[in-house]
DNA sequence: CTTGTCCCTCACATGAACGTCAGGTTTTAC
DNA sequence: GTAAAACCTGACGTTCATGTGAGGGACAAG
């Protein structure tokens, strides 16, 4: 497969996987012409990828990371790093929590007829 | 109090601060001599704006939110903003959850005794 | 063998939330 | 009244994960 391919399957852009690749996140064998060619498993890894960038975790973390998805890196400071990084995550969500309470505290004072507006023009666009 | 206590009340650098104004997130008094001069709730809002950051929202969105956080704007549109940036950060804490699931699954094979190394030389220099 | 499509490598641009330095003013403390 | 500390306005620098050309090969189809 390649790269158009994978960025079409992975849902990400070429660019992506190109910059990938040059953070070590993703590896390419390459044709006699020099073109990246990727195996099937290739998709997978970049949805890993992207739900560790998604989680806020950077390429360089990662990097650092994914020996160990792989299995192929187990020592005690791996260990804490994969720890470290599990609860660096925990603490995240802790905090979209306090922000997702803080909201919807804002939203149900809002939808209570007690803001000062006594007949707003609700529901009209709500579909 | 001026921009220097109230960074160091809100824990944020003065540099934030100022930017915080230019995005129109934070007001200031001036002084005569063009000096800012904030009132103690501005440690609040500095607080609020922060988790905004913290949850992922944008300057822009923070800017659009807070007309509603502050009970001065009660219109369909805001609530549906509102409403649209709770699920945002619901999603967001799946994708979360997600990726924590993920690190678990790989801290439990880490941490069972059946990853291939039979003696390492574990909790050496765990301190 | 030529087109068209995909691919390659630079390398500069982008946006967000600041950091940082320059050069100058204001406030505070003695 | 003077010196230090804090503050001011630009304005350029930084980091990260890309976007976006430029200019040129690679490869399947006819």
Redesign the interface.
């Known amino acids: 497969m390649r790269i158009g391919e994978l960025a079409t399957k992975a849902g990400v852009s070429v660019r992506a996987l190109r910059y990938y690749e040059e953070q070590g996140l993703l590896s390419a064998a390459r044709s006699s012409g020099g073109q990246r060619h990727y195996l099937d498993d290739a998709v997978d890894r970049v949805y890993?990828i992207q739900?560790?960038y998604?989680?806020?975790l950077s390429s360089r973390t990662i990097l650092d990371?994914l020996p160990?998805?792989d299995?192929k890196v187990?020592?005690?400071?791996?260990?804490?790093m994969?720890?470290a990084?599990?609860d660096r995550?925990?603490r995240?969500?802790t905090?979209?929590?306090?922000?997702?309470k803080?909201?919807?505290e804002?939203?149900a004072?809002?939808?209570s007829p007690a803001?000062?507006?006594t007949r707003?023009?609700?529901?009209?666009?709500?579909a």
Chains 1, 2 share one sequence.
């Open positions: 890993l739900m560790l998604a989680a806020g990371l160990c998805v299995a187990n020592t005690p400071q791996s260990r804490a994969l720890r990084e599990r995550i925990d995240q969500i905090q979209l929590r306090q922000a997702r803080r909201l919807d804002v939203i004072l809002s939808e803001s000062g507006c707003t023009n609700t529901d009209a666009s709500v």
